[in-house]
């Protein structure tokens, strides 16, 4: 920028906006799906040194050369037509008239036009051109540009390939002039008031500004230069020109080049600011669907571990009750055995014992030992099953989530995309690997033995490896031995009417306290195993989908930073708009 035209203050906001893009372009390196931007920021920075740029866009063939060539009062670019740039020419004030390629699609042309002292003319290829490349560097440009001449005609004014560019020049927040070329064709005044009035609709119901419109014959104002006299006034007159160049040489004046310079990188940075708030809201959008399915999976996991701990305590309820009638079948025995009319069996401790054995033991031992087993069954069946419903769960969110991302291409950082659905992808593919490969016969079996080997160091030691039921039978045989030989002691006293109450009171209290023993150390044991094992299941689910989950957080924290920098920035931009706006 010609350093002269600048005040202080204008300088001080010049600075202001160097920083502002050397934040945002921080902001946009924090952010996966930023990385396109960053080029296009890096132009529009080193764009506020250069001199002012008028930008020249419109389709080929609309005269946007023979403008220019008008303006220069010279044949300096090529017309013709068919396409005839093929690339982005820059005109710059020089003394003698030369050209050279600044890089591979940028020519930069030289001319000794004094108004090119201050203003900088760039001519593009057609935004309807037959080679896609073409049309790019026409787009890829105009964020650089400082004011864009938008060159339509009468023969094809305002098409639908310029209301799309238009649409996007104006995405950029840049002001656009339109020039209605090729007047000379028109037959009437009213021909004219007809075309610029259709333009000047269009813009404001379709595009949402009132268009600033310079009708002009490029053609006849380039005659005018070779004619002479009234010949030469009249076709000046005729073409409009000299209205369009007292715009932009008179009405756009150093102190507007200004204005309007300061505030063209602040448009394309608001764009960037608006389209990477799109991205991060999209983003945020999903994040708390993906952090809605960690949130419920967890919530699983909770119903999971309630509906378990509920479930044992009423399975542990079943081998209470297994226990209680063993006490009562006791009691009934003690009874009816501990008697004087049946002295002479007491003294028989064998005899007591088998009795014992038979009527109060009974079957208990295998019972609690079919209920154990049951109850282990039921633990692994139920993890089994939960992890079917996490692998169910997980599939039904890949699915929307694909159906529902294909849709969004460029919304959101493919590699933002790619990492979340690599994510839940290997979700998947655990919570399937372990279905597969869950042997509930052998988690039985490993679980059994497990709650054995606690069982046996809570009930007996030494216990080898015998099985459960042989546990609790070796338990019940020091039960017998010890309520027998209380029985049978009976025989090795005087016999008398006060001792056989006195022992069968003391025989009943040793059975009652031996199965209260009984039960405690059978809850206690299978309590402990049942804990150690549903922390176990519980810690799978929780390590299967711990990467998920992992960056979901990471990726929300992320976001929230994200946009409170873009709110700041926004807040920023909003800012130094005013200070400019107030001359």
Known sequence: MAKSILQERQRALLQQEKQLAIDLASCLENFEGGEPYE???????????????????????????????????????????????HQVTILRHGEERSQ??????????????????????????????????????????????????????????????????????????????????????????????????????????????????????????????????????????????????EYLFETLDARERVRLKLLSPLGVMQRLLDQTRGSVEERARLLTEDARTVTNI????????????????????EIANIVLEMRQRGDYFFDDTIRLRRILDL????????????????????????????????????????????????????????????????????????NRRLLLQSVSHTVTGVIQTYDQEAESTQLAEDMRNTVAQAVITGAGGIGLGALIVAFMGTLAADVTGIIAGIGLLL???????????????????????????????????????L????????????????FVRSEQQKTTEIQARISQLNNTITTIKNEIEKG
């Open 298 to 317: 967890e919530n699983q996991l909770s119903f999971y571990r309630e509906d378990m701990e509920r479930n044992f305590k009423h399975r542990l309820t």
């Open 495 to 533: 016999v008398g009417y006060g001792i056989i109450p006195l022992r069968r009171k003391q025989a009943k209290k040793t059975f009652d306290e031996k199965m209260q023993e009984l039960q405690q150390r059978l809850t206690s044991a299978m309590s402990e195993q049942f804990r150690k094992e």
């Open 347 to 418: 003294v028989q401790g064998d005899r007591i014992r088998r009795e014992f054995e038979r009527e109060v033991l009974g079957d208990s031992a295998a019972r609690i030992e079919h209920a154990v087993q049951e109850m282990i069954d039921w633990m692994v069946e139920q993890e089994h099953h939960f992890w079917q419903n996490v692998m169910e769960y997980i599939d039904r969110r890949r699915e929307v989530s694909l159906r529902r991302d294909d849709n969004m291409i460029g919304a959101v950082s493919r590699q933002f995309d790619y």
């Open 39 to 85: 080029k296009t920021l890096r132009q529009v920075t080193a764009s506020l040194d250069d001199l002012f740029l008028l930008v020249i866009v419109g389709e080929f063939n609309a005269g946007k050369s023979a403008c220019i060539n008008a303006l220069l009062h010279d044949e300096v670019l090529e017309e013709g037509v068919i396409p005839t740039t």
């Open 535 to 550: 922390q176990n299941s519980l810690n799978r689910i929780e390590d299967a989908i711990a990467p998920y989950t992992r």
């Open 100 to 245: 050279h390629m600044l890089a591979q699609d940028i020519l930069e042309m030289e001319y000794p036009a004094e108004f090119l002292r201050d203003i900088s003319i760039v001519d593009t290829p057609g935004v309807n051109a037959i080679l896609q490349e073409h049309q790019r560097l026409t787009e890829e440009f105009v964020p650089r540009s400082d004011l864009i001449l938008f060159v339509t005609s009468t023969d094809r004014p305002f098409t639908q390939s310029e209301k799309t560019f238009m649409e996007r020049i104006r995405a950029w927040g840049k002001k656009v002039i339109i020039i209605l070329n090729k007047i000379d064709l028109l037959r009437s005044p009213e021909e004219l008031q007809k075309i610029t009035t259709f333009i000047s609709h269009n813009c404001q119901q379709l595009l949402g500004f009132q268009a600033e419109i310079f009708p002009v014959s490029a053609l006849q104002a380039q005659q005018a230069r070779q004619a002479v006299g009234h010949q030469a006034v009249e076709l000046w007159e005729r073409s409009r020109f000299g209205r369009l160049e």
